[in-house]
């Protein structure tokens, strides 16, 4: 069964303070993608990473998939209340159709 | 709105009753998942569909629940004879291609919360 722990679960900082939410797992995955959910919606697509080492950038937030496509993290710079959210990562297998979502890191950006 | 769209957006059932969860695939899409979220935590796969087959069900209990996505209309996940553990939000997904040749990214509806009395 493949696992993925994200860290921390709960972050509460204030607005214009930067962060790092991690994802990891011991397993390999082929792709990693980020998702964003706010109370009462779906997930929403952040987005995907299928490269080791691949950095992908949207706007003030940063995306990094580990080297051995076990992990990754989501930086965010200059934190906005607008921010503030449900973050999920999930991991696609390299055999199965589903994702494997990890437990979420729950952000608060305080004005 | 061309996303995802499933329903109802609340479900209220009490004990032993069926319920019926409805999802349409965002336009052009064939491929659908399930997933269950409880509180405060992340999606748990239940089972993945294209029109009229079930391709992957590894998630789903072994009883009471079915789904089906036929050649018309949206797919369905039914739970039948519900109890208070089913309680949860329930959310669709769909995609263009299989995720597993071609990493197509799934995009979600806004999810089913069910609740059962």
């Known amino acids: 069964t493949q696992l993925l722990k994200q860290s921390p679960q709960f972050l509460s900082i204030q607005e214009g303070e930067n962060l790092t939410v991690y994802c990891n797992s011991s397993?390999?995955?082929?792709?990693l993608q980020w998702y964003r959910q706010e109370p009462g919606e779906g997930p929403v697509l952040l987005v995907t990473v299928v490269t080791g080492g691949e950095v992908k950038k949207l706007k003030r937030l940063t995306f990094q998939f580990g080297d051995a496509r076990k992990d990754s993290s989501l930086h965010i710079t200059a934190a906005q209340p607008g921010d503030t959210g449900l973050y999920l990562c999930?991991?696609?297998?390299?055999?199965?159709?589903?994702?494997?979502f990890g437990g979420g890191t729950r952000l608060m950006v305080k004005p | 709105n061309a996303g995802v769209m499933q329903n109802p957006r609340h479900l209220v059932r009490r004990r032993g009753q069926e319920a019926r969860l409805r999802c349409s695939p965002m336009?052009?899409?064939?491929?659908v998942y399930w997933y269950r979220q409880l509180p405060e935590e992340g999606l748990k796969f239940m089972v993945y569909l294209q029109k009229e087959n079930i391709i992957d069900e590894s998630g789903m209990p072994k009883e009471r629940f079915s789904a089906e996505f036929p050649k018309e209309g949206p797919s369905i996940l039914r739970i039948q004879q519900v109890v208070r553990g089913d309680s949860a939000a329930y959310f669709c997904a769909s995609s263009r291609g299989p995720r597993q040749y071609s990493n197509q990214p799934q995009h979600f509806g806004d999810g089913t919360r069910l609740s059962i009395l």
């Open positions: 397993s390999v995955f082929s792709s």
């Open positions: 336009k052009g899409h064939s491929h």
């Open positions: 999930a991991g696609g297998s390299p055999a199965g159709n589903m994702l494997t």
